[in-house]
């Protein structure tokens, strides 16, 4: 197995791009990038030099991951969702120094258009919908939404909405792989 890279791509010189990941239309890799196996990045995507992304990371088009970004296994970047790296941006304050490590657990799913504020961490397997906006951090399995991002809802691992209230207690079923999520005040976790 290797790596597809289409004509128009660029990969800077130092990039390392694991086995079996694709690298489509007019995106560009900086040197520095460190990228797992099997991970796809669409067309227009821009990957910067500190950022670290695991195995199987689908990104899909007109994304850019930034430096200070680090993106676990399995995370899913919607089209033209955003990621930023600078809280308070001036075009005449140099800042570069004051980048916020954004974390993007194993799992997650980061919907079209979201926008993500530096500085946070998304849990495992949470989910953010498309056009929400999350500045603060996210719990493993919650399901975020609005402008600013609220939790409104938890998520299986199989990205199927759980029938389980935000805070309390209880038990759902995911319909299509059959695990059970136990929820207990407001953290959920899987039945073992």
């Given at each position: 197995?290797?790596?597809?890279?289409?004509?128009?791509?660029?990969?800077?010189?130092?990039?390392?791009?694991?086995?079996?990941?694709?690298?489509?239309?007019?995106?560009?890799?900086?040197?520095?990038?460190?990228?797992?196996?099997?991970?796809?990045?669409?067309?227009?995507?821009?990957?910067?030099?500190?950022?670290?992304?695991?195995?199987?990371?689908?990104?899909?088009?007109?994304?850019?991951?930034?430096?200070?970004?680090?993106?676990?296994?399995?995370?899913?970047?919607?089209?033209s969702m955003v990621f930023t790296n600078v809280y308070n941006p001036r075009a005449a304050v140099l800042r570069k120094n004051e980048y916020r490590t954004t974390t993007v657990k194993k799992g997650a799913t980061l919907g079209a258009n979201c926008t993500i504020v530096c500085g946070v961490t998304i849990g495992e397997h949470a989910f953010v919908a498309a056009g929400a906006v999350v500045n603060r951090d996210v719990k493993p399995y919650a399901l975020i939404a609005g402008v600013p991002g609220k939790q409104i809802g938890w998520m299986s691992e199989h990205g199927e909405r759980l029938p389980l209230p935000v805070e309390g207690s209880g038990k759902a079923v995911?319909?299509?792989?059959?695990?059970?999520?136990?929820?207990?005040?407001?953290?959920?976790?899987?039945?073992?």
């Amino acid at each position: 197995m290797t790596v597809s890279i289409h004509a128009s791509a660029i990969v800077d010189e130092g990039a390392s791009i694991g086995e079996g990941s694709r690298v489509w239309h007019f995106a560009h890799i900086c040197g520095g990038a460190r990228i797992g196996n099997g991970c796809s990045f669409g067309q227009n995507v821009f990957v910067g030099n500190d950022v670290v992304i695991g195995n199987n990371v689908k990104v899909q088009n007109n994304v850019s991951i930034y430096d200070a970004v680090r993106l676990e296994d399995d995370v899913f970047c919607g089209p033209s969702m955003v990621f930023t790296n600078v809280y308070n941006p001036r075009a005449a304050v140099l800042r570069k120094n004051e980048y916020r490590t954004t974390t993007v657990k194993k799992g997650a799913t980061l919907g079209a258009n979201c926008t993500i504020v530096c500085g946070v961490t998304i849990g495992e397997h949470a989910f953010v919908a498309a056009g929400a906006v999350v500045n603060r951090d996210v719990k493993p399995y919650a399901l975020i939404a609005g402008v600013p991002g609220k939790q409104i809802g938890w998520m299986s691992e199989h990205g199927e909405r759980l029938p389980l209230p935000v805070e309390g207690s209880g038990k759902a079923v995911c319909p299509v792989s059959g695990k059970t999520y136990v929820l207990q005040e407001s953290s959920l976790s899987v039945e073992q």
